[in-house]
């Protein structure tokens, strides 16, 4: 069996800040960090690595520095790893990135049939979850988005049997291979790499894919070119003009406090009043 | 109505072509993907009818309503409540093979609908389900897809959607506009549009579309449906009050504050993330960007800074009410009403306000 991952890199959004005065992102001395959901995809691929003996074959498209996404998951356990980095993919929104990670499985696949993709729920930086189904499409592979659980695998009928997150509940679904899982936080617990595996990982040759290696003849596909969407303004949130009506006593005791503020609320707020619904008998306990 | 427009062919035009291509200008119309699953419409979904109407007014244009699903007769009545919330027409697609959510048929019928009928917008709600599909078609229709968004407008220079979404980590917002493709696909957060009020009166058509699936041709199959347990999990977007603590409230146990207001009101609690990552209450609290978006008539704010990730998440409440040790702290910027000062105090004392309240209205009846 042959598992293939699509990780990203992205910039630790915890970190990153914004200018107060020119509304810019200060990207300065922000890290770069494997997106926290590709792992959770990673480890589930090599948890069906360490059952079924399974290739795992890590996939990034992203400049070059992006190789240190890839040595992250080839200590943690791929056998191999492929960066997509070409000039002519920047700019790339998900139409456009999902045609260039779907080329370049198709390449992969020529030479080792891949069986199933993982990727991410979403991405920390793009956060659309739009890239797997997209790649699914591409590829025309069985999509299976918020998997929760991966219930068993059946190798020889090529059948896979999940669970999906879907609105009220979980979705029990039965698919065949090959396929695209989009996994959930939470799935799984990701290891920790051994020594051995980050000294083999830093001496691992990767594979470097531009575009011809890709076989991505057309140009206005990939990149800014082959993006329909196009950001026209990045802005601060509105601040409002309102500032909270400070509630004041002559006591400035909690409990007139709270008295006057109730007051206010029922008596300019109808629907406020009307909503106060207790599920308690008011039977003096609560207070 | 029987007329069906020609379809132009869905070519992406150059992409810095300044006048939008001719083909283009045949997409007509905005839609809205009613989500209905289990017997059931999700909410988002007049949600999107409510925004969509303004859309269409905007661009003097018809609103539709699309509906998939099995051949029972409630999916057909809920075209009649999709053209009270303010749909022209409603497209209905029923078909076994149409029962559960499945990405693959969902999609073939969907996709089909767009190009017989060319729609300029297509709306969808951004949860699982529209996520899930809306990445699947727009890719197959090769159109631009902007997902997660928190507003909407149309560029009255070129009639196109302007799409706004928080980025870098809810610091920032973005507008995102898809140039020479249609339709213009968005994924919008349950709860960020209000509800329109439904209008029992409002007439409007129904096209039926033949689906032409056959159940043996679809892979993925559907073994079994397990349903939350509502007993125990929140349903904070769509409370009417909710109780929310943060950081403030710095120990688990001072969190029994909160959950005693909020059972005097009937409300549900909510908390900021810091409250989740320490493991006081579930994850399904989470009230922000990376959590829920909710919109009660009142959310209690006690001991929440009012950073821009949480305020994305609740600023649209009706009435926001604050208490805060900290005078200056963001969250008096956008709450309504204000108490400074300490909400170990603060709290039991409003819990014992509301509860004389109470019992006055009740010795009232
Ligand atoms: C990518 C990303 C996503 C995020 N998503 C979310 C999200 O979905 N939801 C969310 O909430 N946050 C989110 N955050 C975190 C967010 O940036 C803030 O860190 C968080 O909201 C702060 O929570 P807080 O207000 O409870 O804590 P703090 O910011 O620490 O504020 C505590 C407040 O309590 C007040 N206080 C202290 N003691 C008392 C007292 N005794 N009585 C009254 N007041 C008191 C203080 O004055 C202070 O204002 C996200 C961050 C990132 C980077
Ligand atoms: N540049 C990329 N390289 C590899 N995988 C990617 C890339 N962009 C997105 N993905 C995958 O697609 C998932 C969804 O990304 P997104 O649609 O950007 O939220 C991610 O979690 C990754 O698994």
Redesign the pocket.
């Known amino acids: 069996m042959h598992i293939l991952v699509c990780i990203k890199q992205v910039p630790d959004?915890?970190q990153i800040r914004v200018h107060p005065v020119t509304n810019t992102i200060m990207r300065q001395g922000v890290p770069a960090i494997v997106n926290p959901y590709d792992l959770y995809a990673l480890e589930e691929a090599l948890r069906l690595k360490d059952r079924y003996r399974a290739r795992v074959t890590a996939l990034c498209m992203g400049p070059p520095q992006a190789e240190a996404a890839l040595r992250k998951a080839l200590a943690f356990g791929a056998d191999e790893a492929i960066l997509l980095t070409d000039r002519v993919f920047a700019g790339a929104d998900t139409l456009a990135t999902s045609y260039a990670l779907s080329a370049a499985i198709r390449q992969v696949h020529q030479d080792l049939p891949v069986d199933l993709v993982f990727a991410g729920k979403q991405t920390?930086d793009g956060d659309t979850a739009q890239v797997g189904p997209g790649i699914a499409a591409r590829l025309d592979m069985q999509l299976l988005t918020y998997v929760s659980k991966i219930v068993s695998l059946d190798l020889a009928a090529r059948e896979i049997v999940v669970h999906r997150r879907s609105e009220g509940g979980v979705q029990v679904l039965k698919t065949r291979m090959p396929a695209l899982i989009t996994v959930l936080e939470g799935i799984n617990e990701m290891r920790f790499a051994s020594l051995a595996d980050m000294f083999r990982a830093e001496r691992h040759r990767l594979t470097t894919w531009n575009k011809d290696d890709a076989h991505i003849e057309d140009v206005t596909k990939v990149g800014l070119k082959g993006s329909p969407t196009a950001v026209s303004k990045v802005f601060a949130p509105t601040p409002t003009n309102r500032r909270a009506e400070i509630i004041e006593t002559q006591s400035g005791q909690p409990v007139d406090l709270a008295a006057t503020l109730v007051a206010k609320l029922l008596a300019r707020h109808p629907d406020v009043a009307l909503a106060i619904n207790p599920s308690l008998e008011l039977d003096g306990r609560s207070s | 109505m029987t007329a069906t427009p020609q379809a132009p062919t869905p070519r992406p035009a150059g992409r810095r072509a300044q006048k939008l291509d001719e083909r283009l200008a045949g997409y007509k119309g905005v839609w809205v993907f009613v989500e209905y699953e289990r017997g059931q419409v999700h909410p988002v979904s007049w949600e999107l009818l409510g925004e969509g109407r303004k859309l269409a007014d905007a661009l003097k244009v018809e609103l539709a309503a699309v509906l998939l699903g099995p051949p029972d007769g409630a999916v057909r009545g809920f075209c009649d409540q999709a053209i009270h919330h303010g749909a022209d027409l409603c497209y209905l697609a029923c078909h076994p093979v149409l029962g559960d959510y499945r990405n693959a048929p969902y999609t073939t019928v969907l996709t089909d609908l767009v190009n017989r009928y060319c729609p300029e917008i297509l709306l969808l709600g951004a949860t699982t389900l529209g996520r899930d599909l809306a990445g699947s078609v727009a890719t197959t229709l090769k159109t631009g897809l902007t997902a997660d968004c928190t507003g909407l407008a149309i560029d009255p220079e070129n009639r196109g959607l302007a799409a706004t979404r928080p980025t870098f980590?809810?610091s920032l917002l973005c507008t995102i506009v898809t140039l020479n493709y249609r339709p213009q696909m968005a994924t919008i957060r349950p709860r960020v549009m209000a509800t329109p009020v439904a209008d029992a009166k409002r007439t409007g058509r129904v096209i039926e579309h033949a689906v032409a699936l056959i159940e043996d041709s679809i892979i993925t199959k559907v073994l079994e449906f397990i349903p939350d347990d509502h007993a125990a999990e929140a349903n904070l977007p769509f409370a009417d009050i909710i109780v929310s603590g943060?950081?403030?409230?710095?120990r688990q146990e001072n969190f029994r504050l909160i959950q005693d207001l909020a059972r005097v009101l009937g409300a549900e609690v909510g908390?900021?993330?810091?409250?989740i990552q320490a493991g006081w209450v579930g994850a399904d609290r989470?009230?922000?960007?990376?959590?829920k978006t909710v919109r009660p008539r009142l959310y209690i704010a006690?001991?929440?800074?009012?950073?821009?990730?949480?305020r994305v998440?609740m600023d649209k409440s009706d009435v926001i009410v604050a208490?805060?040790?900290?005078a200056n702290?963001p969250?008096f910027d956008f709450a309504h009403y204000g108490i400074v000062?300490?909400?170990?105090t603060i709290l039991p004392a409003l819990t014992q306000a509301f509860t004389e309240h109470l019992r006055a209205r009740k010795q009232a009846c």
């Open positions: 959004s915890a920390i | 980590g809810g943060g950081r403030g409230m710095k908390a900021s993330r810091p409250v989470q009230v922000g960007q990376s959590g006690a001991g929440i800074s009012g950073a821009v990730q949480h998440g208490i805060n040790e900290d702290a969250i000062g300490n909400a170990m």
